[in-house]
């Protein structure tokens, strides 16, 4: 038979990406090494090429909770955190102001001083019944992508708003004499701005 012998244990070494060299580092930043990440980790807490984990319990909870998923816990069957996008910041956003959108509902306080928008949540579709096919049924024209779109695009909500913004204006216009201070001012400041 021929030359060599075969290999027991392991016969592989794992071929990582070449890393930017030690001078490379230390000539642009500081000569403090870089911290361990995901990727790369130092020669100390390599054995034999290999990631091995820590011995000392501290350190391994520390891992564990590094690597641990951000959910709301058993008790919410693990509900993950989602994503905050634009999208779902203006939804929450529209949720907490709800109780201004429309005159005929009224709803609990709850944490609506609150600033803060909530960390945990699911977002999902509502599924309409077969026997509210015609009262209680959106159209597909009616259905958008998301609250603020449905909000601003309801006739009998942009109607209120309206309403609500005039009677707001008319609140804080002067009224009597003061409405023509105001405009005798402004047509001396025209007037000298006229002369020069």
């Known amino acids: 038979m021929g030359g060599k012998k075969p290999l027991i244990g392991l016969s592989w070494e794992p071929k990582l990406p070449p890393l930017p060299s030690w001078s490379k ?3 642009t930043k500081s ?8 990727l790369w980790k130092p020669n100390k807490e390599l054995v034999d090429g290999l990631f ?17 998923k951000d959910t709301l816990g058993k008790d919410w069957f693990d509900m993950p955190a989602p994503t905050m996008t634009p999208e779902l ?3 929450l ?9 429309d005159p005929k509902r009224h709803y609990k306080k709850g944490d609506s001083k609150s600033k ?25 024209k009616e259905r958008k992508a998301t609250i603020a779109d449905e909000v601003l695009s309801d006739r009998n909500l942009a109607a209120y708003r309206k309403r609500k913004v005039r009677e707001i204006e008319e609140q804080n216009r002067p009224a009597g004499n003061e409405k023509w201070k105001i405009k005798g001012r402004q047509s001396r400041k025209r007037a000298k701005e006229r002369r020069h």
């Not at 000569?31 to 995901?38: I, L």
């Not at 803060?116 to 959106?138: A, W």
Request: proline letters at 9%.
């Open 25 to 27: 580092i230390s000539n």
């Open 31 to 38: 000569k403090d090494p870089p911290e361990s990440s995901a």
């Open 52 to 68: 091995v984990p820590p011995n000392d319990p501290e350190k391994v909870n520390k891992l564990l909770r590094s690597q641990a």
């Open 89 to 91: 910041k203006k939804d």
């Open 93 to 101: 956003q529209l949720l907490k102001l709800r109780g201004a959108l």
């Open 116 to 140: 803060t928008l909530p960390k945990y949540f699911q977002v999902g579709t509502v599924v309409q019944s077969s026997t509210d096919f015609y009262s209680g049924r959106l159209t597909k």
